[in-house]
């Protein structure tokens, strides 16, 4: 593509490399270098900011993005390390093969082991080659408040614009706007 980007830890490192490097010859090539005035966040450090923004308010943790071949038993292997555990949860797809839908809900006996395991976890846990994302899950979520936001979703399905009945709409409005000004003149 003839260019590329460098990450220096430190700002006064990307400016002596910036006039060390100025005008320099790669491969019979002339380098520009300069620094870049995008601002720059670290995913990763913006992943973990988001993890803990959210404050501990149960002893259940969401875990997001859990590999599909590993199996509740090995969740609960994980999570059991750091105190007993209430439940495990994976939820199953609807249709086809059973597997789960990549999530999970881990409920401990107290906030405690829970707020223990969400801090040992939640920065580079890897499962078959996957970081798990932890999240602290709602309090408010009963089996009642969910059947009623399904029922809701269900019954009053979002209403859509007709853009041909629209379309058509204007189209007529026109037609009549042309046909009167052509009669007055």
Request: proline share 3%; glycine share 6%.
């Amino acid at each position: 593509m003839g260019f590329g980007f460098v990450e220096y830890k430190k700002p006064q490192y990307a400016q002596k490399a910036v006039k060390q490097l100025q005008d320099c010859s790669v491969d019979s090539h002339q380098l520009e270098v300069k620094i870049s005035e995008r601002a720059i966040k670290s995913t990763v450090t913006t992943a973990r900011k988001k993890q803990a923004s959210k404050k501990q308010v149960n002893s259940k943790i969401l875990v997001r993005n859990i590999p599909f071949q590993a199996s509740v038993k090995e969740i609960r292997e994980l999570f059991s390390t750091f105190g007993e555990l209430k439940t495990v949860r994976l939820p199953k797809k609807m249709f086809g093969t059973g597997a789960h839908r990549g999530f999970g809900f881990v409920d401990f006996l107290t906030k405690q082991d829970a707020k223990r395991a969400f801090g040992a976890l939640c920065h580079s846990t890897h499962l078959y080659g996957r970081r798990l994302v932890l999240e602290w899950a709602d309090s408010e979520e009963t089996v009642e408040s969910l059947r009623r936001k399904t029922a809701e979703h269900f019954h009053d399905p979002p209403v859509k614009k007709q853009r041909t009945a629209v379309l058509e709409e204007i189209l007529e409005k026109l037609e009549d706007d042309e046909e009167g000004n052509g009669e007055d003149s």
